[in-house]
């Protein structure tokens, strides 16, 4: 089993929907977690950190659920600038992150 | 501006050569670490470093070396005992606590292929 897990997508949805993305992690012990963008052929950037209590930032809200050991990223009124795909990231350690490998979103017009 | 640098975007070799990827960061962060991403699977960990002349091996190691003379470098070297070589190479830094897992931030990334 994979330590962190997310569904690949693509997950095609018109501009203005609301999406949302789970990811699953397996270590208990984990402390921190975020979300990351990644555009094609780009590096990864911050989205935002995931906090025990739920945040948002604009559009975007994410969740953590830790006794079912899963966090997810839900996105309102897409725009087309958000196609990418989101990486959820969970620390195996103070000093060590495991990404997962992503899932899609394409928004269209 | 501040920001992680990697060098060369793009890196072409033939097999039996050993390569080195730069990484430098003016963000004065302690820890610098380094990926490779393949198609279809997440980032993997190669080698990370929480100080100067201080390095760990990640989850895939193995044909890859580093170093960390200077605070702000942390260049990667893929030798010919690295298997499968071709791959997407992220650096990224972040300032350690060590109590809690701090934020990374990539650099641009290396695509290297090999002949």
């Known amino acids: 089993r994979k330590e962190v897990e997310q569904d690949p997508g693509p997950f095609n949805v018109p501009e203005g929907a609301t999406v949302a993305f789970n990811c699953t992690y397996s270590?208990?012990?984990?402390?921190?977690f975020f979300w990351y963008r990644q555009d094609c052929r780009k590096e990864p950037k911050l989205l935002m950190s995931?906090?025990?209590s739920g945040n948002e930032d604009g559009r975007f809200t994410a969740q953590l659920n830790r006794a079912s050991q899963y966090i997810s990223l839900l996105i309102r009124d897409s725009k087309l600038s958000d196609s990418a795909t989101y990486l959820c990231?969970?620390?195996?350690?103070?000093?060590?992150?495991?990404f997962g490998t992503g899932t899609r979103l394409q928004v269209f017009p | 501006d501040g920001g992680i640098t990697q060098s060369p975007k793009y890196l072409f070799r033939k097999e039996g050569q050993n390569v080195t990827l730069s990484c430098e960061q003016n963000?004065?962060?302690?820890?610098m670490y380094w990926y490779r991403q393949d198609p279809g699977q997440g980032l993997r960990l190669i080698y990370y470093?929480?100080?100067?002349?201080?390095?760990q091996k990640g989850d895939i190691a193995e044909g890859y070396s580093v170093s960390r003379e200077k605070k702000e470098s942390f260049p990667l070297t893929v030798t010919s005992a690295q298997k499968n070589p071709t791959a997407f190479y992220l650096c990224?830094?972040?300032?350690?606590?060590?109590?809690?897992?701090?934020?990374?931030?990539f650099g641009p990334g290396t695509r290297l292929t090999v002949l």
């Open positions: 990224a830094s972040s300032m350690t606590s060590r109590r809690t897992t701090d934020t990374q931030y």
């Open positions: 470093s929480q100080i100067v002349n201080d390095f």
């Open positions: 963000l004065n962060h302690d820890a």
């Open positions: 990231v969970v620390s195996r350690s103070t000093d060590k992150l495991i």
């Open positions: 995931v906090y025990s």
């Open positions: 270590n208990s012990a984990s402390q921190s």
